[in-house]
């Protein structure tokens, strides 16, 4: 589950919906299940996460190529793609996650950091 810390709520609808469907589109059940299945494996045993992180740079040969395929090889659609798969799967997720926008040695990170919330709202 993911919770706003911002807005002390919980969150059960993704941003940006009408791409994420178009892009869902283009991305096969086999690929999407490959995606999520390492996406998990990552997040698993670790309480922090920033989604511009986990898939490094170069995605050729990885599950997460696909996702790049499926946005026409657009690289910042391909990285909003990525996110948002991000933020669905965290949504599914039996635990509770925070999440929100921070800055690191004063530069603001690019993607949405996630945190493992231990006192349950």
Do not use: Q
């Amino acid at each position: 589950m993911l919770y706003s810390v911002d807005i002390g709520k919980y969150v059960n609808k993704i941003p940006h919906e009408k791409e994420f469907k178009a892009w869902m589109k283009k991305l096969s059940d086999k690929d999407y299940v490959a995606i999520v299945n390492e996406l998990n494996s990552r997040i698993n045993g670790n309480d922090i996460h920033t989604s511009s992180w986990i898939p490094g740079n170069n995605w050729t040969g990885t599950v997460f190529e696909p996702i790049y395929n499926a946005c026409d090889k657009n690289a910042e659609a391909a990285g909003l793609f990525f996110g948002l798969i991000l933020f669905d799967l965290m949504i599914k997720r039996d635990d509770v996650w925070g999440f929100g926008r921070y800055e690191k040695n004063g530069k603001e990170i690019k993607g949405m950091t996630y945190f493992l919330l231990k006192n349950i709202p």
